[in-house]
């Protein structure tokens, strides 16, 4: 790690930047200090090329430390500010997120939190097009890199790609809205690959398949003899994520009870395994996700209206397929190239009739979709080539009647009850659309997620 420069303490409040000061130069960074936005302006210009992290507080004699985080943004928007709230004012740390603070501590001020605060500056990326500061480590490969997951140079991918860039600078909570199929985790995971958190554990819950008597447990751990079956102490999946990235997909499925109890983790930081008095601090980066509406779901009552402002700080939407159809032939490529080093056989040349076919496609399912019926195509292709009736759907199977080719989305399950047939028969009508599956099947999608599992369908 390469030497860091000067953290520039902003706070009215001789105490607590002292505090500060002190801790600082126990982990060898030098201080400058100041106590209003005036006193912070002359340290910036007179010391710009020395400062390396700016810890301010929001409440200023002459000002908000909102006005000091915008400025710094305009002019040096590589240069790391957290802010200091008072306890509780989630509200305020959230506006702070949202105007392009890097992190948020709240008081009384605590030494592990600072030590986490100054692991994530000097591991942060420089942004694009900036020079490397001091605090810097050597970053990772740009998230254009040969080897990315997000496969694409349509203008969306390439507008996406920059906002993982910037979003991968912040600490704040990340929401990803997209439909099903689109690669949210995909992106979670590159959000995560590139932040200061990229050494750490990157962990994906999928909260709709979780059953709700577990989810709780699941999240937040729980100690031996605390229920029935709780035969060993369980640290849970916030633990587990321990300073990576904790990636909660499909959230509008939590329950409501249990909406409460994250949000609560969300402000203090802190979790409470189930059986445990006390509480338990942890060092995670939120990232969720959902393919649906979260405001819809906020009007109907279904989604907390706080949890929401909590985990929507900055929002991104992963485009659909239909929306990048530029991509398609890069995609199927890439695809079968996969499957073809999965099956150990020779990659088949796509005929161009194959790319025009599927470009004509509306895919619900997006590249999920395009997975299945692609890997479909190959199962069905002896020969070199993947030709378009390999790929299109069975005439059969399009207007109802099972066929033998029923199960070709799914490779080994063999459906052996009434209800397993009629599911994956549902799944096959509606191309793998999950939520109109089970809109059709009479079942909630959480419903449809734990039967998938447990038969364990992918």
Known sequence: MTEMGSCLIVDDEPDIRTLVALFMK??????????????????????AEDIDLCLADM???????????????????????????????????????????????????????????????????????????RLATPPPAAPDRHDSPLIGRSQAMQQMREM????????????????????????????????????????PVNCGAIPDDLIESELFGHQKGAFTGASRDKPGLFRSAEGGTLFLDEIAEL?????????????????RPVGATQEVPVDVRIVSASHQDLNQAVAEGRFRQDL??????IGLRVPPLRERLDDLPELARAIVARLAERDGRPVPEIEPEVIHWLSGQSFPGNV?????????????????????????PDPMLAGGEETPTTMAACPGFIPETDEQREVIMALQQTRWNR????????????QLRYRLQKWGVE
């Open 164 to 203: 993982i860039g910037k979003l991968a600078r912040s600490q704040a909570p990340i929401f990803v809205q997209g439909e099903s199929g689109t690669g949210k985790e995909l992106v979670a995971r590159e959000i995560h690959h590139h932040s200061s958190r990229a050494k750490g554990p990157f962990v």
């Open 308 to 313: 929401f402002f909590r985990l929507n700080v």
């Open 368 to 392: 999920r979709e395009l997975e299945n019926l692609l890997e479909r195509a190959m199962a069905l292709t002896d020969g070199e080539r993947i030709t378009v009736e390999a790929v299109s």
């Open 26 to 47: 126990r982990e060898g960074v030098p201080t400058l200090e100041a106590a209003s936005l005036a006193e912070a302006r002359e340290q910036l210009a007179a010391h």
């Open 59 to 133: 409440r200023l004699p002459d000002g908000n430390g909102l006005d000091l985080v915008d400025e710094i943004r305009n002019t040096r928007p590589q240069l790391p500010v957290a802010v200091i709230t008072a306890h509780g004012q989630v509200e305020a740390a959230v506006r702070a997120l949202k105007a392009g603070a890097f992190d948020f501590i709240n008081k009384p001020i605590e030494q592990d939190t600072l030590r986490r605060l100054l692991r994530d500056a000097r591991n942060l990326e420089p942004s694009p097009g900036t020079a490397t500061t």
């Open 255 to 271: 329950p409501l009870n249990l909406q409460v109890t994250l949000l609560r983790a969300l402000q203090e930081r802190r979790v």
């Open 435 to 446: 939520s109109e599956a089970a809109r059709q099947l009479g079942m909630t999608l959480r």
